[in-house]
């Protein structure tokens, strides 16, 4: 492979990675969007942050009635995880026998959408199950329940999600990088990602303040470590 | 086989460290009335209380005989 075209392909996978962000954003409050208009609320704000997660993105939305407000704290997690099992599971297994120059830009971008996804939906549960805010702070206040509740419903659903994400993540470098064929490091390196994503939510200044809480910080930092622990578990223990 | 000692041993230890953790931040702490003590110095002592020490070591070897049992096919002695 030549150098220039390994720089337009690692130049594209950065990008896809940021556009992916973006978009799993978009969806996100997409949802909410969605709701608001379903039961005629007036929305107030919308605003898409770039440089979520440190900074939260938000729509304000004047939304009346007990369901409709519960639809509309719920929708943006619910629609985020929904194109997240539909991309992960049914879209990337069945997008390789395209044609090749189309696969180039399409998989990068996919792989970083069901990564961006599962952390903007997963994470946001797991964040909020040990100090809730946000939606899980409106959805646990009007169901009148305990946030922790979200921590066994995120790791029921994280499970299947980094054992096919790290699956398609490997799959895709390959595609790329033809060079990191059955290198097994490859599946999990992108959950190491995770663990840069937590360190911006936990540092000082981000939108999930955190009052200096050490406890919460050395918790959710060793919780960002399991997505590639468990891939790694899976690559080299359980496959070999 | 090193490999796959390690990175279960790896996996087992940040478990075990999350269930230590928590045991001593919502269990054990919630139980001290030392209103003079920080949040800091009140996860060591709870940290450090047997109770939660016993709570890694029974978090660990759990782990480690579930993952072991699943992927080097320990079968049982007859």
Redesign the interface.
Known sequence: MQFSERVIKVTWLILAGFIAKIVVEILHEGGHLLVAFLTNGYVEEVYISPLWPYESSHVIANVKGFYAKLLFAVAGITVVIFFCLIVTFIVMPKIRGIDRKFLVAVYPFLVWFSFWSFLNALGYMVLGSFKPFGDIKAITTMLKINSIYFLPLAIILAVPLIVRISDENAKMMEMLFPSLTGKKWVGPLIWIFAVLVTLLVIIPGSSYNFNG???FF??LL??S??PF??S??LY???R? | MLKKQVITVLFSAVIALIAWILAAYFWTLKRFWLPEVSETEKLFIGLTAPINIAIFIVFFIATYVVIAALAFKVKPLK
Request: hydrophobic share 75%.
């Open positions: 809480n050490f406890v050395l918790l060793l919780m470590f399991l622990l468990f790694t578990l080299y223990v359980f070999d």
